[in-house]
Each structure stands twice: as C-alpha cells, then as structure tokens.
Nanobody, 114 residues
Framework: QVQLVESGGGLVQPGGSLRLSCVGSGSIFRINTMGWYRQAPGKQRELVATITSGGRTSYAESVKGRFTISRDNAKNTVYLQMNSLKPEDTAVYYC????????WGQGTQVTVSS
C-alpha cells in the first residue's frame, strides 16, 4: 500500500511562487506516472500536471507555462514548482497516480491572496 505525503503549501501573494513536494512510500511509486491534482472549495478535483516514470510531462491549459512538474525517483518524490500564482490557483493540492489512484493523502493547502 503506497502512502502519499504532500507538503510545501502556504499563503502567497499573487505573482509569487511555491514548490510542492510529494513523497511516496514503496518502490512501486517510482515506476508509475504520477500527477498533481487540486481541489478548490465547491469544485471537483482536477488534474493539473502529470509526469511519466521517464520524465515526460503534460499540463492543464490553466497552468501551462507557470507550473513545472518534476520527479526524483531515487527519493520517491514528485515536485510541483508553481510560479506566477493567481488567486484562482487557491486550492488543496494532492499528488496521485492518474491511472488507478492510490489512497489519497491529506494534501497541502495553497492560498493565493493579497
């Protein structure tokens, strides 16, 4: 059973940056495509970025050019670098496997506000 622990969220002003981390337990983590999701209050959870085990990435249009997903397989860790943050990026951010999710972690809150 893979456990996921997200961290790195916080309060930031519009235009600011944050770097999120997601650590997964177990060797199976490093062979899977992983993704970052977010869920804003009253909205459905949405997938914003994915990365394959080999490092190929994809992004939702709403974050393309501002967010960068990366991974360190040796550390079982996936990152999300978020730049030029906007108030509409405010949400709880989660990582998980898009094709057959593991158990969801607690997520990390990102709040973009002046």
């Amino acid at each position: 059973q893979v456990q996921l622990v997200e961290s790195g969220g916080g309060l930031v002003q519009p235009g600011g940056s944050l770097r999120l981390s997601c650590v997964g337990s177990g060797s199976i983590f490093r062979i899977n495509t992983m993704g970052w999701y977010r869920q804003a209050p009253g909205k459905q959870r949405e997938l914003v970025a994915t990365i394959t085990s080999g490092g190929r990435t994809s992004y939702a249009e709403s974050v393309k050019g501002r967010f960068t997903i990366s991974r360190d397989n040796a550390k079982n860790t996936v990152y999300l670098q978020m730049n030029s943050l906007k108030p509409e990026d405010t949400a709880v951010y989660y990582c998980n496997r898009p094709l057959g999710p593991f158990s969801w972690g607690q997520g990390t809150q990102v709040t973009v506000s002046s």
